[in-house]
């Protein structure tokens, strides 16, 4: 018979390993976008093709920002992992389920938690959105 604390001790290397697969492949990722980065190029371009290659730059940075917040949110997992706290949901402190965390390895939040956190943000761009309709315009 396998104690709970061999279970734990497995769910705990299996979990640590599948943060480390993704961390490490978010850094190549970062690596081969940082490579590939168009340098700049002293080549006289026409307004079109400079605002091509702007266009190009700035989705590139963009994907390279939001792959090293992932990095962060990986670390910060395995410290929740190594704290004892990972997989547990920040809000109701219910188990978050496995199968969440295989595909959102870094969830603070259970399924439940999470769509009332995105209906509450929904709810408040809304309310901003409506808001931002009914003001007066300053006069010039």
């Not at 093709?49 to 390279?64: K, N």
């Not at 389920?97 to 209906?119: G, H, M, N, S, V």
């Amino acid at each position: 018979m396998v104690s709970k604390a061999t279970k734990e001790r497995e769910r705990y290397e299996v979990l640590k390993a599948m943060l480390e697969d993704r961390r490490r492949d978010i850094h190549d990722k970062l690596r081969s976008l940082r490579e590939n980065l168009p340098g700049q190029v002293a080549d006289v371009k026409d307004a079109e093709e400079q605002s091509v290659d702007d266009f190009v730059r700035d989705v590139e940075l963009a994907l390279v920002e939001m792959k090293s917040q992932t990095l962060g949110r990986i670390d910060e997992a395995i410290q929740r992992l190594e704290d004892g706290a990972y997989g547990t949901c920040a809000d109701c402190a219910d188990e978050i389920a496995e199968p969440r965390l295989k595909a959102l390895p870094f969830a603070t939040l259970c399924i439940a938690c999470q769509e009332q956190e995105e209906e509450r943000r929904a709810a408040e761009r809304s309310g901003q959105a409506r808001a931002s309709v009914f003001m007066p315009r300053a006069e010039p």
